[in-house]
């Protein structure tokens, strides 16, 4: 099992930065990947980006160029640092940890998500 923990969520202005942290516990041995994913009201959860233990980055086309995800592997945390918010990115974000598969990422475990508001 592996444990999830995020922070770092919260309301931003539009333009604003926020950033999100999510510490991973337990048998994290078992992980190449960390990612995050996120979820707005009515709509399906949709993947944001994910970054491999060595470092490799993929992001979704709607934030490419404003956020960066990044790890710590001496900490076994991953970060979410999002720029020039926009209020579409208004959702909950969710952590998730697993493997990569042929390039795709396989999400094994969940954190509990944090709320991001981002006004107008």
């Known amino acids: 099992q592996v444990q999830l923990v995020e922070s770092g969520g919260g309301l931003a202005q539009a333009g604003g930065s926020l950033r999100l942290s999510c510490a991973a516990s337990?048998?994290?041995?078992?992980?190449?990947?960390m990612g995050w994913y996120r979820q707005a009201p009515g709509k399906q959860r949709e993947l944001v980006a994910t970054?491999?233990?060595?470092?490799?980055?993929n992001y979704a086309y709607f934030v490419k160029g404003r956020f960066t995800i990044s790890r710590d592997n001496a900490k076994n945390t991953v970060y979410l640092q999002m720029n020039s918010l926009k209020p579409e990115d208004t959702a909950v974000y969710y952590c998730?940890?697993?493997?990569?598969?042929?390039?795709?990422?396989?999400?094994?475990?969940w954190g509990r998500g944090t709320q991001v508001t981002v006004s107008s």
């Open positions: 998730s940890v697993g493997r990569t598969s042929s390039g795709a990422f396989m999400s094994a475990y």
């Open positions: 337990g048998s994290i041995f078992s992980i190449n990947a």
């Open positions: 970054i491999t233990s060595g470092g490799t980055r």
